[in-house]
């Protein structure tokens, strides 16, 4: 019944590959399924009838995954889950998951329901995460629920989360904020590698608000979207644009808003040249999060071999409280690119005019 369930191809539908590989997508989706093996019959008598075998094995009911890794903005990490698929014998899959790196503690509890007959999961779940980047520490409690499906190339999510926040800074007195929030994301992704893309976009949305007195300090909207372009130059040439904007719109302070909802600029996948969220609105050595964020990234990439190639990038970005008052931060690099056997691997150097410093990076997969 789960694999009907999240089928994307209709009894009577005329299919292809690309289809089928979608079918897989969905089916390797959900947290039961190992592994996934997909042939077509091969009865020409029957060219409108031609049925697809599907051939699964189960994941155990009890499973533990864990990982360590390494990244310039959050440095070593350690990260691990476990689930079990069962829950009250109705496959309802529960999830504790956490991880633990240099600048952010994070764990989470989640227990999910099967897919329905429109493919939605519908999940509750809690979450606690500690963060403290630029003389910053956010403390950030919440609970919810969540309606989510992924359909072909894209992800939609409905929310109802409550957050609870604290934020401690180099001056006394923390601030408190908390937010019942409704929200929405989608996530679209139109490239011709889901790995290595050197053609298509990828674009992510998000929307969400609060009502003062509904479990809510401070009435705001909140809006975010972020977009990446790829656009291949020859055969061995690829220019590539991203584009990134937040903002918190409320006629209050940002302060009256839980701060794991506001935004800073800076790293890797953001301003490179700047320390790690180091653009915010700096208050007596604190980087504080701001209503507003724009980022954006041109970058020239040349591939010397298939595996191997070099690029060039300018990025600039802001994050302020007041837009009339926003400075933009621009920063230039040269970099190293390899498409490793687990994803893309980026080695870049930046240097940054504002604060005129030059700054390592190296990442690992699609910045998204």
Do not use: C
Not at 185 to 199: A, K
Request: net charge neutral; glycine share 10%; no cysteine.
């Amino acid at each position: 019944m789960i694999v009907d369930h999240v089928n994307p191809i209709q009894d009577g539908e005329i299919y292809d590959v690309a289809r089928i590989n979608e079918l897989q997508r969905q089916i390797q989706n959900t947290p039961y399924y190992a592994s996934v093996a997909i042939d077509v019959d091969n009865d020409v008598s029957k060219p409108v009838e031609t049925p697809l075998h599907v051939k699964v094995s189960e994941y155990p009911y009890n499973s533990i995954r864990y990982g360590v890794g390494y990244a310039t903005d959050t440095g070593f990490h350690i990260q691990g889950a476990y689930s079990y698929l069962d829950t009250f014998g109705k496959a309802y899959p529960f999830t504790i998951s956490g991880r633990l790196d240099q600048t952010q503690q994070y764990g989470r509890v989640q227990l999910a329901m099967p897919p329905d007959s429109h493919g939605w999961v519908n999940a509750v779940f809690g979450s606690y995460t500690i963060t403290d980047v630029s003389d910053t520490n956010i403390y950030s409690a919440r609970v919810g629920v969540q309606r989510s499906r992924s359909r072909q190339n894209i992800d939609t999510t409905f929310s109802l989360t409550f957050y609870d926040d604290r934020l401690t800074q180099n001056e006394p007195n923390p601030s408190t904020a908390r937010a019942l929030v409704p929200a929405w994301s989608w996530v679209r992704r139109d490239v011709d590698d889901p790995l290595f893309p050197r053609r298509g976009n990828i674009i992510r949305a998000e929307a969400g608000f609060a009502v003062k007195g509904v479990m809510t300090d401070q009435t705001f909207a909140r809006l975010y979207t972020n977009a990446l372009q790829y656009v291949p130059l020859g055969k061995n040439d690829l220019l590539v644009f991203r584009a990134e904007f937040g903002g918190v719109f409320t006629s209050g302070s940002s302060s009256g808003v839980p701060a794991s909802l506001l935004f800073r600029a800076g790293g890797a996948n953001s301003v490179r040249g700047y320390s790690y969220l180091g653009i915010g609105n700096n208050v007596a050595g604190s980087v504080l999060p701001t209503k507003y964020m724009v980022t954006g990234s041109s970058e020239y990439q040349h591939w010397f071999t298939h595996d191997w190639g070099g690029a060039v990038f300018f990025d600039i970005g802001t994050a302020t409280d007041t837009w009339s008052e926003r400075v933009f931060q621009p920063g230039v690099g040269v970099g190293a690119r390899w498409r490793s056997p687990v994803g893309p691997v980026n080695v870049d150097l930046a240097y940054g005019f504002k604060n005129k410093s030059i700054k390592p990076y190296l990442t690992l997969g699609i910045a998204f």
